[in-house]
C-alpha cells in the first residue's frame, strides 16, 4: 500500500484546512486509516482512524468536535477535515494504515500501523 498525503499549509486560527491520502497498491478495503501528527522532539501523535470497510471512526479527545474524518472509496482518498484550528495544532500530519483493523480494533500508537505516507506541514499562527 502507498500513501499520498497532502493538502497542508498556513492558516490563521479559527481557520480550516482539508488534508488528503489517497492510498495505492494492493487491496486494502479491510484497513483502517488513521492521521497522526508530529512536532519537533515528540512522538508521533494520534489524530484519527476510519475503517474503510464501514466507515467507523475513532477521534482524539484533543479534536473531537473540530475535525472529521471522512472517506471516499471510489477516489481511494481519506480526508481529514480540520475546522476552528488552533496554533497547537501546528504539526507535520502523517497519514498511515493499519492491516490489523478487523481482528484488532482501532489502533491509536504509531506502532500500530504498518504502511506510512511522507507528512504534510500544518502551520496555524495566533
Known amino acids: 500500500v502507498q500513501l499520498q498525503a497532502s493538502g497542508g499549509g498556513l492558516v490563521q486560527a479559527g481557520d480550516s484546512l482539508r488534508l488528503s491520502c489517497t492510498a495505492s497498491?494492493?487491496?486494502?478495503?479491510?484497513?483502517?486509516v488513521g492521521w497522526f501528527r508530529q512536532t519537533p522532539g515528540k512522538e508521533r501523535e494520534f489524530v484519527a482512524a476510519?475503517?474503510?470497510?464501514?466507515?467507523?471512526?475513532y477521534y482524539a479527545d484533543s479534536v473531537k468536535g473540530r475535525f472529521t474524518i471522512s472517506r471516499d472509496n471510489a477516489k481511494n482518498t481519506v480526508f481529514l477535515q480540520m475546522n476552528s484550528l488552533k496554533p497547537e495544532d501546528t504539526a507535520v500530519y502523517y497519514c498511515?494504515?493499519?492491516?490489523?483493523?478487523?481482528?484488532?480494533?482501532?489502533?491509536?500508537?504509531?506502532?500500530?500501523?504498518?504502511?506510512w505516507g511522507q507528512g504534510t506541514q500544518v502551520t496555524v499562527s495566533s
Open positions: 498511515a494504515a493499519d492491516k490489523k483493523y478487523l481482528s484488532e480494533g482501532f489502533g491509536t500508537s504509531a506502532n500500530d500501523y504498518d504502511y
Open positions: 497498491g494492493r487491496t486494502f478495503r479491510s484497513y483502517a
Open positions: 476510519i475503517s474503510w470497510s464501514d466507515g467507523r471512526t
